[in-house]
């Protein structure tokens, strides 16, 4: 047994500022400095769930990353989906899939297109010989100042990932899913108190907020539980990809009450919980994980 002692969480991991970065969206982990922790290697598993077949969009970097991994850790065999332009993470991710013991399946793609994502959760079932847990991570986020600025094109697109997708993937996923089944969703604090410069964003997380408790009331009779994470801010790719303006980007997360960002595998124990049975009576919730920043 390991000890576990106190950690003040006003002090872990980067509770100074970050250097200013930017990369194109999507934004690569691996050229980030520092590198984002999605606990590789800290996450300790424990068998909360062997054998369970999960598909996770999002999940070569980032907060799909920590779910990934922590997944595979407990248990887990794991398709991740991203965008072509991301095989480098995914390659990562799958490596350490494949060190905890588990299947990991790469299915790299663009989820803004219906067929995609039919074709995307037919192919993670027949790999994975099998599908109980949809962990729907993948997001688009770019920060635009002014609304005369805001394109039809990239409020279509935001809405397409964060949104459309959700509908494709669930549609194709539900015949081929068993009773206790978990779909995770992820929205953010934008859901609740948006921001100024990220109108077609927060606007998505509005929706998935919406869709996620309505959906929850229409599977509970099946059997299948359907919660959100909403996490404050994290550092990841999206951030430093036109997420946010790059003069934001040394201050990430300093105004929230623990006074810095979190790192993805702070989220990893909650998409754990949600997707295991050990969440058997919760269904249509939203859990934060903001650094204390109120869902309100
Ligand atoms: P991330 O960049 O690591 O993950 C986002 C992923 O979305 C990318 O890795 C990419 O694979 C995927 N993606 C984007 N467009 C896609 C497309 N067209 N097709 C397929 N995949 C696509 O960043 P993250 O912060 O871990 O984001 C994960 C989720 O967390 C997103 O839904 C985001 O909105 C949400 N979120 C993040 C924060 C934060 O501060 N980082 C805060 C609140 C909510
Ligand atoms: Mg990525």
Redesign the pocket.
Known sequence: MTEQHPKDPTKLYHPDKFHKQYQE???I?SKMDPK?DCGEESYKGNDKMVGRKALV??????????AAIAYAREGADVAI???PE?QS?AEEVKALIEEAGRKAVLI?????EEQ?CIDLVTKAHQELGGLDVLT??????QAVEDIMDLTTEQFR?TF???VF?LLWVIKTALPLMPKGSSIVT?????GYNPSANLLD?AS??FAINGFTRSLSKQLAPKGIRVNA???????????I?G?QPSEAIPA??QQTPLAR??Q?VELADVYVFLASNSASYVTGQIYGVTGGTELA
């Open positions: 969206a999507p934004g982990q984002p969009t999002g999940g070569d970097s980032g907060i799909g990353r920590a989906n991203y965008l991301e993470d790299p793609g663009d989820l803004s995609f729907l991570v993948a997001g688009k986020q697109k397409e990932v964060n997708s992820t929205t953010s604090v934008q964003y998505t997380k994470v909403a996490p404050g801010p994290i550092w990841t790719p999206l951030q990809s997420g990430f997360g960002a979190g993805p």
